[in-house]
């Protein structure tokens, strides 16, 4: 049944891995560093990276059970919750893993949205000048957007997405890189601003509360940076049996953790060695740069064409699980299980009524839900904080205790109690400040009527 995907290698779950994590929060982190500061700023990016690391290759381990070379293959996070946990975690899992999935999607059409405003924003700054008004609304470019969606969500099966991952990940280097370029351009032409060991200063404009809840959301931007569990047992699924899928989905979260750790870096320290206090919430969208204005623009391209490939990369796992429910339910059931070969010009494909139907409801309501709060750094920060914990750390470290037969009580046991409380209490706290963005903005502008 599965022969079709074992036939990728190290090198092809890098890519994905890239794919999915050098996304729409890697142009937030110059702003998330001007909250936290030099110290804290890297300090936690490098310990949230050491933690991913550590954490995924729990996750690579669980992919059989119960033995991580021999045993029975999980084919997705909630079988391997399931067969380590049992049946109330998988639960739990489910709703965490399926709906974090979901409110990406929303993200990614927030992200794109805002850089084809922003392309649009820099020409009318390139013709009218700086001080002209360049205020465009996103809804039209969110509804273009949810379109070619809804066309590429009809690729029946994750494997047939290899190419659509490889020009994400090649588009993704280059928004970051022509965004960290701008950066490197401001600070050796002079015009870098003031930094600081300990982030944005209280004063009038930022009081201390302000300060402590952007403080949190920043961390939320982070963590959703670092974050693939979602799609890390589909990426499993096409690797090769021989050498064991556990060993090189290893090498591959070391390769691309290590990547996407100096990518991060590079992009948010040199942003906010350029801007200080007055960093941007996107550095390519929120203008702190206008010229040279066919590179900012450039740069936008890149994301809007590495969103329209990440959204698949992350939905599909998705569709694949609504759809495999409905067939386990409904098995003899036309509507839910025939293709039906069609051919239109040049092109011969396979329609499902089911799929058709219902891929396109689900992009409609995502689409919907980003015209309605189209708050970039905030919603991120959200989604970043309810799946870092218990995606990243809480089941990887339980299946981890319950494979490896951890004592209860014991040294290795309490340590990895106290890992998973510690980063607990970090999803709470940035969830906490993601909401009071969110809500602040709500306030501020109407539903459906922002404009960027």
Not at 2 to 14: I, K, P, Q, R
Not at 293 to 314: D, K, P, R, S, T
Not at 372 to 397: R, S, T, Y
Request: charged letters at 10%; one cysteine or more; aromatic letters at 14%.
């Amino acid at each position: 049944m599965f022969g079709w995907l074992l036939a990728g290698n190290v090198v092809t779950a890098t890519t994905h891995i890239i794919t999915v994590v050098v996304g729409a929060g890697v142009l937030a982190l110059a702003w998330a560093m001007a909250q936290l500061g030099w110290i804290a700023g890297i300090g936690v990016m490098i310990t949230f990276s050491f933690i991913s690391i550590y954490t995924y290759n729990l996750i690579a381990d669980c992919y059989r059970y119960p033995d991580p070379v021999t045993g029975k293959r999980n084919y997705t996070y909630m079988q391997a919750v399931n067969s380590y946990l049992g049946g109330t975690m998988h639960v739990y899992c489910g709703l965490v893993q399926y709906g974090k999935l979901a409110g990406i999607t929303v993200g990614y059409t927030i992200t794109c949205s805002t850089s084809l405003v922003a392309i649009k924003k820099v020409i009318c700054f390139h013709k009218r000048g700086h001080e002209a008004y360049c205020k465009f609304s996103n809804n039209p470019y969110m509804i273009g957007f949810g379109i070619v969606q809804i066309l590429l969500s009809q690729i029946p099966n994750f494997h047939k997405l290899t190419l659509i991952s490889t020009i994400a990940a090649i588009t993704s280097f280059g928004y970051a890189l022509i965004g960290s370029a701008l950066s490197l351009a401001v600070l050796v032409s002079g015009k870098g601003r003031e930094t600081s060991l300990f982030g944005n200063k209280v004063g009038p404009e930022l009081s201390e509360t302000d300060k402590i809840w952007r403080v949190f959301s920043a961390m939320g931007n982070i963590a959703l940076a670092c974050s693939y569990s979602t799609v890390v047992y589909d990426i499993m699924d096409t690797l090769k049996s021989h050498p064991p899928e556990s060993k090189q989905m290893k090498k591959a979260n070391v390769l691309g953790i290590t990547t996407m750790t100096i990518l991060f870096l590079l992009c948010a320290g040199l942003g906010y060695a350029a801007f200080g206090d007055h960093t941007p919430g996107n550095i390519l969208t929120g203008f702190g740069f206008y010229e040279p204005f066919w590179l900012v623009a450039l740069g936008n391209v890149c994301i809007i064409i590495h969103m329209v490939g990440a959204y698949q990369v992350m939905a599909q796992p998705l569709f694949r699980i609504v759809e495999m429910g409905a067939n386990i339910v409904w098995p003899h059931s036309a509507f839910i299980n025939k293709e039906y070969p069609t051919k239109m010009a040049f092109l011969t494909f396979n329609i499902n009524w089911f799929r058709l139907i219902w891929r396109t409801i689900f992009v409609v309501v995502a689409t919907t839900i980003a015209m309605a709060m189209p708050f970039f750094n905030e919603f991120l920060a959200f989604l970043g904080a309810i799946g870092f914990w218990p995606l990243i750390v809480f089941f990887p470290i339980q299946m981890h205790i319950a494979q490896k037969h951890i004592q209860r009580l014991s040294l290795k046991w309490c340590v990895l109690q106290l890992l998973s409380f510690v980063c607990f209490l970090v999803s709470v706290a940035a969830a906490v400040g993601a909401i009071r963005g969110i809500s602040k903005n709500i306030n501020k502008y109407k539903l459906f009527m922002y404009k960027q």
